[in-house]
């Protein structure tokens, strides 16, 4: 079966450092993979989608970029992090090019910067 | 400007009670749209989907169903119990885009 792992769980950082998430995908090859924003009372705002190793879409202007050194690893960084980064990161994944197809989310990364 | 619109913020039904959420949406585009649940501090875990050729899906106590001519999709939970408590966030998909579009969530409670 496939699993989706993010880490850390959670992260306080201060203003101006820098920042790396991490998410894994087993179980699966050649995967869609996914990174959302889930800020306070907010729906989920999709920030970047990877289709395959180096391939990457930015969904929204933003501080942040992502990069998928191997096919079930998505990193999701900053050099300096603002405090409009706030929020709960979320992973997920799809079957790659299969149309329409669920998308499965990992625990997620609760960000705080202060 | 926002697609995909969960109007009720909120939702507080009796256990055993049938829970309705609704959506809409704007983009006559989207032909694919899935419910999920969220708990707090976790990820969305995936409860249902309906494509639009369909008006009706359903799995056990869930059922979706949509009305394209309206734009709204709706979920309904039957009967609903404490454990379902959690907040529905409706997603919607554009031809094959792979890239799902969500709306602000409703929080259902469910009371004992």
């Known amino acids: 079966s496939q699993t989706i792992h993010q880490w850390p769980a959670t992260l306080v950082q201060p203003v101006g450092s820098p920042l790396s998430l991490e998410c894994t995908v087993e179980?699966?090859?050649?995967?869609?993979l996914y990174w959302y924003r889930q800020a306070a009372g907010r729906g989920l705002q999709l920030l970047f989608y990877s289709v395959g190793i180096g391939q990457i879409s930015s969904e929204v202007p933003q501080n942040l970029s992502a990069s998928r050194p191997q096919d079930r690893q998505f990193i999701l960084s900053s050099k300096k992090l603002l405090l409009s980064d706030s929020g709960f990161y979320l992973c997920a994944w799809s079957v790659g090019g299969a149309g329409s197809s669920e998308q499965y989310f990992g625990p997620g990364t609760r960000l705080t910067v202060t | 400007d926002q697609q995909v619109k969960q109007n009720s913020p909120s939702l507080s039904v009796q256990e055993g009670r049938i829970s309705i959420l609704n959506c809409d949406y704007t983009n006559s585009m989207f032909d694919y749209f899935l419910w999920y649940k969220k708990y707090p501090a976790e990820g969305p875990t995936f409860l249902i989907s309906i494509s639009s050729i369909k008006d009706k899906n359903e799995d056990g106590r869930f059922t979706v169903f949509l009305n394209k001519s309206a734009k709204h999709l709706s979920l309904h939970i039957v009967p609903s119990q404490p454990g379902d408590s959690a907040v529905y966030f409706c997603?919607?998909?554009?031809?094959?885009?792979?890239?799902?579009?969500f709306g602000k969530g409703t929080k259902l409670t469910v009371n004992p």
């Open positions: 179980g699966t090859s050649n995967p869609n």
């Open positions: 997603a919607a998909e554009k031809g094959g885009s792979e890239k799902l579009v």
